[in-house]
């Protein structure tokens, strides 16, 4: 069972990073799925999230306008366009898979995670 994230990596503000997420060993269809982080200090938060199959999105409010969840079932693959990163988005990005189709914010419904992968953001 793995969820393997990837596309991290080093950017300046006001650029750009796609991070994939993809599911092996693990049901991808009829659940859920969100992007959770971590910075520094700080506990895991909330990013997005998407339904199965995909008709309805949830964002944390620090990131709408910016950040767009998407999926492809067909590939087991979810995806976070990060567009104008700041700052403070700097963090550990994990995906999730979540227990009801519809996704959710909260971090305890959801069962399987992926280890993460690293967004620095740079003046």
């Known amino acids: 069972v793995q969820l393997q994230a990837s596309g991290g990596g080093l950017v300046q503000a006001g650029g750009s990073l796609r991070l994939s997420c993809t599911a092996s060993?693990?049901?991808?269809?009829?659940?859920?799925m969100g992007w959770f982080r971590q910075a520094p200090g700080k506990e895991r938060e909330f990013v997005a999230a998407?339904?199965?199959?995909?008709?309805?999105?949830y964002y944390a409010d620090s990131v709408k306008g910016r950040l767009t969840i998407s999926r492809d079932n067909a590939r087991n693959t979810v995806y976070l366009q990060m567009n104008s990163l700041k700052l403070e988005d700097t963090a550990v990005y994990s995906c999730?898979?979540?227990?009801?189709?519809?996704?959710?914010?909260?971090?305890?419904?959801?069962?399987?995670w992926g280890q993460g992968t690293q967004v620095t953001v740079s003046s």
């Open positions: 999730a898979r979540s227990r009801v189709a519809s996704g959710s914010s909260d971090a305890s419904t959801y069962d399987y």
């Open positions: 060993g693990v049901s991808f269809s009829y659940y859920g």
């Open positions: 998407i339904s199965y199959p995909g008709r309805r999105t």
